[in-house]
């Protein structure tokens, strides 16, 4: 039986991607959380991969529910409600992928000029992606999505919801991680330890206090569950090691812990920064549930 394992936002590095199958084999498991397009230069190259791996589970993220809505909404579409005050429309849609903060143009000249002809079939396989995965290794139970994870949702499908009508979902779009920045940044910054090689841990973040606006929904997470996340550039936290986190609240009177791990290893700087310094420090994380074990590729 082999090993499982999780990496997320490789955003178009195919050389990175390739790096993987050094280290995951074909009796391995490995799942893909999301944003494997955009920026980079070979995000489709990586995506069609995927598409014909078996030991692959893709779980779709914000960039990749972006093309879908610029790419393969339908025009009778028009008009439908995206969630926060947002309505389709298939041109708006287009010029926000496509904007150099989200880097689609990349993915859409490739798209463009190479994949055209599979688009149906690119279409149906985002439709049938999961939106959240879970993983079970010797009774240790692990919850995987791109963003704000939200169990009650386990195992939906894209084409579900977040395709049709929450394109602008919590799932893809949010993260837990934003209130290290937007509530705790002097307990980020004062408080944060680099163990010895493999993540970057922060001590136990109390979010009693944090106004109910900017809480995460930690009603809706499980204390024994480890969630495992992408979506953050890490780069906003000065390093591009795994995040190691526990949040601590109250609910209903009783003390509730959840543990959290990004694996995002800030792919997305790709057209960010200039060569050298600190693009030389993104990386791919891979980190294998099986051992607990980081891997920098």
Sequence with gaps: MGKIYACSDIHGQYEKYMKLW????????????????????????????????KNVTFII????????????????????????????????????????NN???????????SYRDRGEDIAEFLRTCPVMAEANVEGKRYALT???????????????????GGAVDPIVWDSPFDILENVASMVVKEGR?????????????????????MKPPIDRWEQDVTY??????VQRFASPRMIHM???????D???TVEFLDIDGGLAAYRNFGQGGLLDSLALILYSLTDDRVLYL
Excluded at 147 to 160: L, V
């Design 22 to 53: 050094d280290v995951v084999k074909d009796e391995d498991e490995l799942f893909i959380i999301g944003d494997v397009i955009d920026r980079g230069p070979d995000g489709m190259r990586i995506l069609t991969d995927i598409m014909t791996r």
């Design 61 to 100: 993220g914000n960039h990749e529910t972006m093309m879908y809505q610029a790419l393969f909404m339908r025009p009778e579409d028009a008009g439908v409600s995206l969630g926060r005050g947002e309505v389709y429309d298939p041109d708006r849609w287009f010029d926000i992928w496509i904007r150099s």
């Design 103 to 113: 880097g689609g143009m990349e993915t859409y000249k490739s798209f463009d000029s």
């Design 146 to 164: 791109h963003g704000m994870p939200d169990m009650t949702r386990m195992g939906e499908k894209a084409g579900e919801n977040l395709l049709r």
């Design 193 to 213: 330890a680099i163990d010895t090689g493999d993540r970057m841990n922060y001590p136990l973040m109390d979010i009693r206090t944090v106004p109910a606006y």
């Design 228 to 233: 495992i996340v992408g979506h953050v550039i």
């Design 246 to 252: 526990t949040m601590y609240d109250i609910i209903s």
């Design 254 to 256: 009783d003390e509730k």
